[in-house]
Structures are given as structure tokens and as C-alpha cells.
């Protein structure tokens, strides 16, 4: 399958409501296979990290217009201590008491101002594991394409959808590596023509559109 048979909202519904997961997986101890940075070639799963991992949500906010789907992200403000720049989902840290789900909202409300009356949550992504020490819980979504959207500057310098024509095609993705914390960090990049996508969120990405498009 490749990106055109799920670029219209009813098959990528029918599809999602296949393969995605009704439920958040719960945290994995160490040692126990998971999804994350340490699937690239050269990158060592560090039980330590999996083990003791922060545990975090994004949401996935997936839009449906008459031109084709896209995906919702941000460009993180560039005065930020952590991650200026940066092109990321919506999402943060799980605050205590806190479900998935209602961080992923909480989130998406406080930086880009996401209603939540215009997102239907239709299910999860396995948790994803980064380098750094995070486990990414995904929710993903449908999102009106009429839903306002205002980046709040504190945290976020723009929103924008990038298409599912471009980052569900296989052939744009290639993996570069940097150096950190005295290791060599391999990465994956998603060719785009008006943002520099990389890391966890190209690899999360690459993660839903292979669980829809696996057999």
C-alpha cells in the first residue's frame, strides 16, 4: 500500500480503526521489546533509558480536505531553552493524574489553541521510546480542517499541515546522524519543501503509516 489508499478520510478511518491500538500500551520494563530510536542501525537500545523513561504525549491531529489528507505540526518558537525550532507534534509531559489522551488535548489546547470539540480521537500508536529519555504516548486523531488554529508564542513560532502525499511517501525518508551527549545519534529526516522534519517526529510518522499500511 502506499500513501494514495489512505489519503481520503473514509479509507484512512477504515484502516485506522484496524490497526491502531484502542488502548495507550502501558510502560514496558527493561529488556522487553519496543518501538523507538534504537530500531535505526548503530543505535543501542539503553535498557537504563527504556527503564526509566519520562513519560510523555503528542497528539497526531490528522486533517481530511478535497485536495488530501494531512498531518498537524508545529514549528517550536526559536527563543526556547529545549528544542528551538524544531519541527514537533503537539504534546508534553503526562502531568500526574493524567491519562494519555487528556495531556495530548491539554497540550494541543495550551499551544496552538486546538478545541477540543474539533478533534475525534480514534485510537494510539504504540509508545515510542527517544535517545533522550522520553516515552512518547501517541493519540491519534481526526481534526476538523475548520478548526482555528492560533500558535501560542511562548512555546510555538508556527502550525501547519504537511501532506500525506509527502511524508506517507517512503522515498522522501533518509536517516543522518549528530553527535550527542558523546554518542553518535542516528536519525530519521522526511524530505520536505518548507520544514526540516527529523527525529521522533519523522520516525512517528514512519511508525503510523507503516501500522496502516502493514498487512
Known amino acids: 500500500m502506499n500513501w494514495a489508499d489512505f489519503n481520503r478520510r473514509e479509507a484512512f478511518l477504515a484502516r485506522a480503526g484496524q490497526r491502531l491500538l484502542a488502548e495507550p500500551e502501558p510502560p514496558r520494563r527493561s529488556g522487553e521489546p519496543v518501538q523507538g530510536d534504537h530500531r535505526l542501525p548503530g543505535f543501542d537500545p539503553e535498557p537504563e533509558r527504556i527503564a526509566n523513561a519520562v513519560d510523555a504525549a503528542v497528539l497526531v491531529g490528522v486533517t481530511f480536505r478535497q485536495e488530501g489528507g494531512g498531518i498537524i505540526l508545529t514549528e517550536r518558537s526559536p527563543h526556547l531553552r529545549h528544542h528551538s525550532g524544531q519541527v514537533a507534534f503537539p504534546g508534553g509531559r503526562i502531568d500526574p493524574g493524567e491519562t494519555p489522551l487528556e495531556a495530548a488535548l491539554r497540550e494541543a489546547e495550551e499551544e496552538v489553541d486546538l478545541k477540543r470539540r474539533f478533534v475525534r480521537p480514534i485510537g494510539y500508536l504504540p509508545s515510542y521510546y527517544t535517545g533522550t529519555g522520553y516515552r512518547i504516548v501517541p493519540t491519534v486523531a481526526v481534526v ?4 482555528p488554529l492560533t500558535p501560542n508564542p511562548d512555546e510555538v513560532g508556527r502550525v501547519f499541515e504537511a501532506p500525506l502525499s509527502t511524508i506517507f511517501d517512503m522515498a522522501r525518508y533518509r536517516t543522518e546522524t549528530r ?10 529526516v522526511v524530505d520536505h519543501a518548507d520544514a526540516y522534519i527529523w527525529g521522533a517526529t519523522a520516525a512517528l510518522i514512519r511508525l503510523l503509516y507503516e501500522r496502516l499500511a502493514e498487512p
Open 179 to 188: 553527535m550527542w551527549e558523546g554518542r553518535e545519534r542516528r536519525y530519521y
Open 144 to 147: 476538523d480542517p475548520d478548526a
